[in-house]
Nanobody, 128 residues
Framework: VQLQASGGGTVQIGGPLRLSCAAS????????IGWFRQAPGKEREGVYC????????FTDDSVKDRITASSDSAQKTMFLHISNLKPEDTAVYYC??????????????????????WGQGTLVTVSS
């Protein structure tokens, strides 16, 4: 079970970005997903999580109305689209899947398991 995050880079303020998270060894429909980010000098925070347990999603207020999550038809790759990027969106973005069923809220809040699977992170820099 592996995750590969990609799509980061330097983006201008107000621009869009699409991050990808490719899965090996499983499909996201069976596991759910979380997108997290860690800005320089700050704690990691969950920005979007979807639960396989009940289908409920959680979106952090900092990105609400600016993000859309989607997947390919095989549910092997998840995408996170972020629009109207702001300097405060600058961070390393990670995708993760929970090892055990968990609500989207609690997964994004950091209550996952040490056995959860994490991608390696992709850096997003928002600049003028």
């Amino acid at each position: 079970v592996q995750l590969q995050a990609s799509g980061g880079g330097t983006v201008q303020i107000g621009g869009p970005l699409r991050l990808s998270c490719a899965a090996s060894g499983f499909t996201f429909g069976d596991r759910g997903i979380g997108w997290f980010r860690q800005a320089p000098g700050k704690e990691r925070e969950g920005v979007y999580c979807a639960s396989s347990r009940d289908g409920v999603t959680f979106t952090d207020d900092s990105v609400k109305d600016r993000i859309t999550a989607s997947s390919d038809s095989a549910q092997k790759t998840m995408f996170l689209h972020i629009s109207n990027l702001k300097p405060e969106d600058t961070a390393v973005y990670y995708c993760a899947v929970p090892r055990h069923p968990i609500s989207s809220y609690y997964f994004c809040a950091g209550y996952g398991s040490p056995m959860d699977t994490w991608g390696q992170g992709t850096l997003v820099t928002v600049s003028s």
